[in-house]
């Protein structure tokens, strides 16, 4: 018996290779097939079985394209409704996989389809679940993604939630390994935790939503408290997975067309397209192609980009460090954005090579943040951060502007006033200006540096949580 987790970091996202005796099973796979393709050929196995938990939102899966290259059956649990082919499993079902036994338990809260698959290894024995995003490892999945029907509210699935996993999950054996679909990151839980398994006895002990004495209505009120909308992208994703989508090799050879810099520049006037530069961002403050956009391989690329670029099939050109094209061709197709259509061919280098024009931004460190801070008594600040951060913490006198909304926001700042735009680590800041100053916002400064930084360097901080308490 063989298993094998296959975790993508910047996704915080689990896929599972399950083996045995020439047999396998793939749990959630993500969009490219090869990585499992090369590992039952290296194996000499044949891919029996394609598992999903459920609809996915935060990223295309691949059964699809590894169903079409293998022959393999996609299997779903009850009430999974979807328009390309597919096995829709019953509660309790049993499949094989070489001596392994996968059974079905429907575990409906995430989603209404949202299904747990529990490992029996040859003995019969129960050793692990494949828990989607049922249970997390320090937490639960939210409640408020499913695609809507009549009138579910959010509430109606958590009640679901707290039943599947006091009748379904929490009645097996503790030993039994917990194997979800997220860790730490994924923008489909609370809370969860930087572990990305553990045995179920630790997670009745230490899973707040696993308490043995929490009620019902304890229960969906604590995990329906505190949630922030959803990315955008999520239910166009959510979509896709239902209803089907591109080969992904029609979308990588679309993508990977080098393009000259004049080629480059007359693409992106002529299709309307987004320049979307990958490169770290040191980079890309110091010199950019005027009016593209920085979303930085390095971070949490395709979260932001799900969350900033609003349409799917908006045409994309890239910027990326030689060698990278094809991976941000890859990264952006993994979230639904298939449309891109070239990249700059010998990267930014190239760029400048020919002579085009050059914007940049300006960059500071904390320490001259803090000098100017104190010689500036009307200086303007933009805090980029997520509304939990900035309540936790911010600097006197900034204005809070989330990165997550700021299409939606800009209005409430003048293109006239200078700003200083700072986030954790500089990331988020260097997208935030990045998308301002392609909107004719050119006075901004980036503030390059950790928070701590900033906070070390002797700016004073306002703790909004506190503050409330000792007003109350």
């Known amino acids: 018996m063989k298993i094998e987790q296959i975790y993508t970091g910047c996704l915080a996202q689990g896929a599972y290779y399950i083996e045995s005796m020439g047999e396998v099973a793939i749990i959630d796979p993500l969009r490219e097939a090869g990585p499992y393709l090369k590992k039952a050929r290296e194996n000499q196995a044949t891919i029996k079985y394609i598992f999903e938990t459920h609809f996915h939102a935060d990223f295309i899966?691949?059964?699809?394209?590894?169903a079409q290259k293998t022959?393999?059956?996609?299997?779903?649990?009850?009430?999974?409704?979807?328009?390309?082919?597919?096995?829709?499993?019953k509660d309790g079902e049993e499949f094989r996989v070489g001596a392994l036994t996968i059974r079905v338990l429907h575990t409906p809260g995430h989603?209404?389809?949202?299904?747990?698959?529990?490992?029996?290894?040859?003995?019969?024995?129960?050793?692990?679940?494949?828990?989607?995003?049922?249970?997390?490892?320090?937490?639960?999945?939210?409640?408020?993604?499913?695609?809507?029907?009549?009138?579910?509210?959010?509430?109606d699935l958590a009640g679901w939630l707290y039943d599947s996993l006091r009748n379904k999950i929490m009645p097996l054996p503790d030993?039994?390994?917990?194997?979800?679909?997220h860790g730490a990151g994924s923008a489909c839980g609370k809370n969860m935790s930087s572990e990305t398994w553990d045995t179920l006895g630790n997670q009745k002990k230490s899973n707040y939503a696993l308490r043995a004495d929490m009620t019902r209505e304890e229960f969906i009120a604590e995990v329906t408290d505190g949630l922030q909308p959803p990315p955008q992208y999520f239910a166009k994703n959510a979509k896709i997975n239902k209803t089907g989508y591109e080969s992904l090799d029609e979308v990588m050879k679309r993508g990977a067309q080098p393009l000259s810099p004049h080629a480059f520049e007359m693409a992106a006037n002529a299709e309307g397209a987004i320049m979307l530069?990958?490169?770290?961002?040191?980079?890309?403050?110091?010199?950019?192609?005027?009016?593209?956009?920085?979303?930085?391989?390095?971070?949490?690329?395709?979260?932001?980009?799900?969350?900033?670029?609003?349409?799917?099939?908006?045409?994309?050109?890239?910027?990326a460090p030689k060698g990278q094209e094809a991976e941000t061709v890859m990264r952006l197709a993994r979230v639904g954005y298939d449309n891109t259509i070239g990249y700059?061919?010998?990267?930014?280098?190239?760029?400048?090579?020919?002579?085009?024009e050059v914007d940049s931004i300006p960059s500071i460190d904390a320490i001259e943040f803090a000098r100017r801070y104190n010689s500036q008594p009307d200086m303007k600040m933009l805090d980029v951060r997520k509304p939990g951060e900035w309540s936790a913490e911010h600097i006197d006198g900034a204005q809070h502007f989330a990165?997550?909304?700021?299409?939606?926001n800009m209005a409430e700042i003048n293109r006239d006033t200078e700003y200083y735009l700072h986030c954790r680590s500089g990331y988020r800041s260097t997208i935030a200006g990045s998308i301002l100053k392609s909107r004719g916002f050119d006075k901004l400064i980036n503030v390059d540096a950790m928070f701590d930084e900033i906070t070390a360097a002797g700016l004073p901080v306002t703790d909004v949580i506190c503050s409330s308490k000792a007003k109350a």
């Open 277 to 319: 530069d990958v490169r770290p961002q040191g980079e890309f403050v110091k010199g950019f192609v005027p009016n593209s956009i920085f979303i930085g391989l390095d971070g949490t690329f395709a979260p932001w980009v799900g969350a900033l670029i609003t349409d799917l099939q908006q045409p994309i050109l890239i910027i």
């Open 403 to 408: 990165l997550d909304f700021i299409n939606g």
């Open 175 to 181: 030993e039994v390994v917990v194997y979800p679909a």
């Open 111 to 155: 989603t209404p389809e949202s299904t747990t698959y529990l490992l029996l290894d040859e003995h019969g024995r129960e050793r692990a679940i494949f828990s989607g995003d049922t249970l997390f490892i320090g937490d639960v999945g939210r409640p408020d993604l499913a695609q809507k029907k009549g009138s579910l509210t959010k509430e």
């Open 344 to 356: 700059l061919e010998g990267g930014f280098e190239a760029w400048l090579a020919a002579g085009m």
């Open 71 to 89: 022959g393999a059956r996609i299997v779903y649990g009850p009430g999974a409704e979807t328009t390309y082919e597919k096995y829709e499993a």
């Open 61 to 66: 899966s691949g059964h699809l394209d590894l």
